[in-house]
């Protein structure tokens, strides 16, 4: 093992030179752009084996990246925001043909308003198109979980493409000491990339994606969902043959300080860093409450966050994501879903949209919330956590007609 | 190809694929749509193989050596008339189907 | 390794649900036969796809793969990194697609490879509208034709396909018609063995949306060539070499007369067609011959 030091980008990379991708086709993105460089470097100065195809477009990236993994080799590519968003109609196309193709996905809003900034709307907008989502806290796990994203979606159990997210700046461009294994060690985690399922070969020719009649389509979207459901399994396999192998405990829901808690935050990515120093920040002052960091959400871990939350009164879901026109954001809907039989009190909180940054503050605002409400004293929280007093008008303009 | 044709003949080990995967080499009763078929005038016949050439569904055979040296595959014709309308010779009428022209 | 559950001549099926008389049939199978077994091919949704089959069951003996309209190229384009990387520099990777999955929606995609020099050979099938569809206008739809998205007639020329490929100075370039199979066979096994990218655009007369008797389908493609509305060159290593070269052009009136695309015309409309097919291909033709370096 050694430290490096890198970011989300570079780790990303680092994951996919380690799992000894083979065809790499990338289209520059902010906050993505220094990932598609890294690659470009190492297959340059041949660090990495592998072709690498300057691509026109997210669309045709995806696209390279479906066609190459079925034709038999470990493909990558990465995007970020409205590249994601125009990967789209591949993304489906990528997983209904069960490539397990692993993708690390730099999280950051979608325009319009254009930003550039962190936000979870661009993959929770993707997130029923059959991939596998993994949501990352620091570099150290974007790393591991390309890793271990490699080893759930390529099991033959599984066979479903995989995100792995990182915030976009707050992981993508923080640097940070970052352990990274041994390539051999690698080599026996992860393993060489073996086609497991339909495959194009002109010794052994069949074809596939073609027209699908009513008479079939179901169960091939069945057999997706059976692939979701295995991965959960999967993937706690695989975590544990990680930590033994590593040394390093990921968890598909991890309880911080639940146990004892009166109240609990259900969190992704990033803010799960900052939602824990608040935790220790508060459980100081007496004040007992935990986080249950999501760190695989699609397939949503139902078992899981019922664990970590069961008897627990007052829950606090904070989306990075607006989840406009739905009864509320799509992490704050999944968990009111798995926990239907408990009665909860399930409250919604929307924030750290389009960069803005989820502070202490906030998080410290939101515990407060919920522990009056747990306590009795308080009857309504603040949904939209960090938003102006004045959000209709922040823009004035001269009419002129 | 030929190779494939002949592991047809021995029993074919199966296993699943998942998804959108086309298994079976088909072909669909194209013979079926036929409205007009194809018939030859032999003595005026030059063998030129036009016809053959032609024919998008590749079912016409010239048998140089045979009296009736254009044969068709009537399971698969579909009637187009291509052949007809490119013999050089006009040899080929389109007659009804079914009727004994 | 498909199942054979029917004999055929060559990698295509006999039974395949194209149209009485369809251009593409003839197409498809003179390519693949000159293409042969190890060949993995990209066809996107549209009348291409019946060649690939339906369900469970396929209409070709080779491994290829649907991917969406716009993609082909780039689908292509990826088989063929994954078989660089893995030493496979034998392997044919075709792209199958027709003219609103080329010049309309795909051209993104083809003008990539085309950049990269990405050893895929493109063939466009042109029936000159979205004919699986049901007769849409494309960009490659030709000037006064009747569509269902065109009710009068198209009011402009079409994309010229050939010369956004000769924009990206690929090594080989062709345009095609069914009326000389040989010749599409000759450009077929040149593109074949080019080392880079390929691009062939075959005219395909389409019974159904040009609405003409099946039975003149090669009878309309030598007629295209013949009244210049369909010009017939080769682009090799940046020299232009035109195949036919017409003194006189038969009138188009003999070309569009037979097909009920172009029925909505009056007399008057029908000069003017003239009028515009005799400056588009002397139009071309001066160019052409100005790149061949004749003139």
Redesign the interface.
């Known amino acids: 093992m050694a430290y490096k030091m890198l970011n989300g980008n570079t780790a990303a990379a680092e994951a996919m030179k380690l799992a000894k991708v083979q065809v790499v086709s990338v289209y520059p993105i902010t906050p993505q752009s220094p990932m598609s460089e890294r690659l470009a470097d190492m297959v340059a100065s041949g660090e990495m084996k592998a072709e690498y195809i300057r691509v026109e477009s997210e669309h045709s990236a995806m696209s390279m990246t479906m066609t190459a993994q079925l034709t038999g080799v470990r493909a990558g590519t990465a995007t970020s925001s409205n590249g994601l968003a125009l990967m789209h109609e591949v993304l489906s196309m990528v997983s209904g043909t069960r490539a397990p193709v692993v993708m690390p996905v730099v999280n950051r809003g979608v325009a319009a308003p254009w930003t550039l900034w962190c936000e979870h709307g661009d993959s929770m907008a993707q997130r029923d198109m059959g991939w596998l989502q993994f949501y990352s806290e620091n570099v150290q796990e974007v790393l591991d979980l390309m890793l271990v994203a490699y080893r759930v979606a390529e099991d033959e159990r599984v066979l479903t493409p995989a995100m792995v997210c990182l915030d976009g700046f707050f992981l993508s461009h923080s640097m940070q000491k970052v352990d990274v294994p041994e390539e051999e060690l690698v080599d026996d985690f992860v393993g060489p990339y073996i086609r497991k399922n339909g495959y194009l070969d002109t010794k052994d020719p069949m074809f596939l994606c073609g027209l699908c009649g009513p008479e079939d389509y179901t169960e091939m979207r069945y057999q997706q969902k059976v692939g979701m459901d295995n991965a959960s399994k999967v993937a706690q396999e695989v975590l544990e043959e990680f930590e033994a192998k590593f040394g390093r405990k990921l968890e598909i829901v991890e309880g911080y300080k639940t146990e004892d808690a009166d109240v609990v935050l259900v969190a992704l990515g990033s803010m799960c860093g900052t939602a824990k120093y608040v935790v220790n920040k508060m459980r100081a002052e007496g004040k007992k409450v935990g986080v249950a960091k999501v760190t695989m959400f699609r397939p949503f871990p139902v078992d899981q966050l019922r664990k970590v939350l069961a008897g627990k009164e007052v829950i606090g879901v904070f989306d990075r994501s607006a989840g406009l026109g739905g009864q509320g954001g799509p992490v704050w809907s999944e968990t009111c879903a798995a926990l239907k039989d408990q009665s909860s009190d399930i409250r919604h909180y929307v924030g750290g949209l389009g960069g803005r940054d989820v502070t202490i503050d906030n998080i410290e605002k939101i515990f407060n919330e919920l522990l009056e409400i747990k306590e009795g004293r308080r009857d309504k929280h603040t949904q939209w956590i960090d938003l102006k007093d004045n959000p209709m008008e922040i823009r004035q303009v001269i009419k002129n007609v | 190809m030929q190779k494939q044709q002949e592991k047809h003949m021995s029993k074919l080990k199966k296993y699943s694929v998942l998804g959108p995967v086309a298994t079976t080499f088909t072909a669909s009763d194209t013979g079926s749509w036929r409205l007009e078929r194809p018939k030859v005038v032999f003595e005026d016949c030059i063998k030129c193989g036009i016809c053959a050439q032609v024919c998008p569904v590749d079912i016409v055979e010239i048998r140089k050596d045979e009296k009736e040296c254009v044969v068709f595959n009537f399971d698969y014709c579909k009637g187009c008339g291509i052949c007809a309308n490119e013999c050089p010779k006009k040899c080929i009428m389109m007659v009804p189907e079914r009727s004994e022209v | 390794?498909?199942?054979?559950?029917?004999?055929?001549?060559?990698?295509?099926?006999?039974?395949?649900?194209?149209c009485?008389?369809?251009?593409l049939?003839?197409i498809a199978?003179n390519t693949m036969e000159v293409l042969g077994?190890?060949?993995?091919v990209?066809i996107p949704?549209g009348c291409g796809?019946l060649f690939?089959?339906?369900?469970?069951?396929?209409?070709?003996?080779?491994?290829?793969?649907?991917?969406?309209l716009?993609?082909t190229?780039?689908?292509?384009?990826?088989?063929r990194?994954?078989?660089?990387?893995?030493g496979d520099k034998e392997?044919t990777v075709l792209a199958f697609a027709g003219d609103g999955g080329t010049v309309d929606i795909g051209l993104?995609?083809l003008?990539?490879v085309m950049?990269?020099r990405?050893k895929v050979l493109y063939i466009c099938y042109d029936n000159e509208a979205y004919m699986n569809t049901g007769i849409q206008g494309s960009s490659s739809t030709p000037y006064q034709a009747s569509t269902t998205t065109t009710p009068t007639g198209k009011p402009t020329e079409r994309k010229s396909l050939m010369e956004i490929a000769i924009a990206h100075d690929i090594p080989y370039a062709a345009t095609a018609s069914i009326h000389n199979?040989r010749d599409f066979r000759r450009k077929v096994q040149k593109a074949k063995d080019t080392n880079g990218p390929s691009l062939i655009h075959i005219q395909t007369p389409c019974?159904t949306g040009w609405r003409y008797?099946?039975?003149?389908?090669?009878?309309l493609a030598r007629l295209a060539v013949q009244t210049g509305a369909w010009i017939l060159y080769e682009y090799e290593n940046g020299k232009i070499k035109v195949n036919m070269k017409l003194k006189n052009l038969k009138s188009i009136e003999e070309y569009i007369k037979p097909q009920r695309r172009f029925r909505h015309l009056s007399q008057e409309d029908i000069e003017e067609l003239q009028e515009t097919v005799k400056k588009n291909y002397q139009r071309i033709m001066d160019r052409l011959e100005y790149m061949e370096g004749t003139v």
Do not use: W
């Open positions: 390794m498909y199942d054979i559950q029917h004999e055929s001549k060559g990698l295509v099926s006999h039974g395949v649900n194209a009485a008389g369809c251009g049939e003839l199978r077994e190890n060949t993995i990209v949704p796809s690939s089959g339906y369900g469970a069951g396929a209409a070709m003996k080779l491994p290829g793969f649907q991917g969406n716009e993609n190229a780039a689908c292509a384009a990826g088989i990194a994954a078989l660089n990387a893995k392997t993104q995609s003008s990539g950049e990269r990405d199979l019974p008797d099946p039975a003149r389908s090669v009878e």
